[in-house]
Every structure is written in structure tokens, then in C-alpha cells.
T-cell receptor
């Protein structure tokens, strides 16, 4: 069984640029959630996708957007990067409704984004 | 709305000693509770979860946690820690299964030889 993978592992961008982060879900999972983890903080929920549709969003501006593809892989796009966007971005996949009450989110290793 | 408070930002402990990492939550509805561990430069790994039923939950690596509804707590314990347990530990809640996770700020467990 393949776990959750993310690419790239590290990324350096400058303020104002745009970035795309990628996530490949665990086999059989149709739900993906993205989190931002600033240094020394707990992860903060950005948004969730279920079967290619956005299924909930946290308190992040519209310049944070996402996509989920038919194979349930996902992208996180951030436009007009700001210094405060520097963080570890975590992707988590789960079975969604098929997981029932026991559904659990499984996390990837994350992408470390540095904005200069 | 739900929230999570991890009362200790750092917990230093010697190897083979017991440890307790504290977590309190706030919610007006029933919640699911989780503990995740994050090793340096890695993602989050699920240690254990409480959905319902027995209030004592056993997880991986010898960890266990007890759900206390009256005190709205979900403290994590291990009777004897190892050097390899050195990591950041996060308590989290969700309103429903598969819903967004709301995390605490984390507790850094440092195990000394």
C-alpha cells in the first residue's frame, strides 16, 4: 500500500510569485485535506476536497486555491506569495464517507516553502 | 467551534521514566480526539484516536490516552519512554469523522539518556 506522497520536498520562492504544491493520496482514498504549519505552531486547516469538489475551507484568503483530479491526487496553489506564507504544507488523505466513523486522515511528509 | 489547548510546550524527561502530555479541548458538541506525532523534518503520524466507547485508548509505540468528558481532557501517557520518542506531539479534535482537524500548538517531548 502506497502512502501519501508530496512534491517537492523543499521550495524557495520570492514575494509575489506563485507556487504549486502536489499531493498523491493513499491508494483508495477519495478525500484530501491541506494544512499549513508555521514554524513552532500546530497545523492549520486550509481546505478539503472530496471527489474533486471543495468540501470545506479554513480561514485562508482566496489566493490559496486547490484542485483534486479524477485519480484523487491534488494540488495546492498559492498566488501573490507573502513572507508569512513560509511554512510546512501538509497534505492528508482519507477514505471519506467510505471510512465511516473510523475515518482517519493520513499525512504526507510535507513541502517546506520558504518565501524570501 | 472547537479548540484544543496543550498545556505544556516542552516536556523534558529521562529515558525509562513515565511521561504524560496534557491536552484539553473545548467543544459544544461531541468530538473525536486524536494524538499525532511529528519527528524532525517529517509529516504527522497517527498515534491513537478516540471515537467512542472505552475511555482508555491504546495506540502505537506503547502510548495510551484517556478520554475524560467531565474534565474535557485527553492526556497522552507512556509508562517508560525511549530516546526515540523525542518528537513533537499534537493533540487534535474533529467534529465528525473525516472532518477538518483542529490542532493544538504541540508539545515537544525531549528524552534524555
Amino acid at each position: 500500500e502506497t502512502g501519501v506522497t508530496q512534491s517537492p520536498t523543499h521550495l524557495i520562492k520570492t514575494r509575489g510569485q506563485q507556487v504549486t504544491l502536489r499531493c498523491s493520496s493513499q491508494s483508495g482514498h477519495n478525500t484530501v485535506s491541506w494544512y499549513q504549519q508555521a514554524l513552532g505552531q500546530g497545523p492549520q486547516f486550509i481546505f478539503q476536497y472530496y471527489r474533486e469538489e471543495e468540501n470545506g475551507r479554513g480561514n485562508f484568503p482566496p489566493r490559496f486555491s486547490g484542485l483534486q483530479f479524477p485519480n484523487y491526487s491534488s494540488e495546492l496553489n498559492v498566488n501573490a506569495l507573502e513572507l508569512d506564507d513560509s511554512a510546512l504544507y501538509l497534505c492528508a488523505s482519507s477514505l471519506g464517507l467510505a471510512g465511516g466513523r473510523g475515518d482517519t486522515q493520513y499525512f504526507g511528509p510535507g513541502t517546506r516553502l520558504t518565501v524570501l | 467551534a472547537q479548540s484544543v489547548t496543550q498545556l505544556d510546550s516542552q516536556v523534558p524527561v529521562f529515558e525509562e521514566a513515565p511521561v504524560e502530555l496534557r491536552c484539553n479541548y473545548s467543544s459544544s458538541v461531541s468530538v473525536y480526539l486524536f494524538w499525532y506525532v511529528q519527528y524532525p523534518n517529517q509529516g504527522l503520524q497517527l498515534l491513537l484516536k478516540y471515537l467512542s466507547g472505552s475511555t482508555l485508548v491504546k495506540g502505537i509505540n506503547g502510548f495510551e490516552a484517556e478520554f475524560n468528558k467531565s474534565q474535557t481532557s485527553f492526556h497522552l501517557r507512556k509508562p517508560s519512554v525511549h530516546i526515540s520518542d523525542t518528537a513533537e506531539y499534537f493533540c487534535a479534535v474533529s467534529r465528525t469523522s473525516g472532518d477538518k482537524l483542529i490542532f493544538g500548538t504541540g508539545t515537544r517531548l525531549q528524552v534524555f539518556p
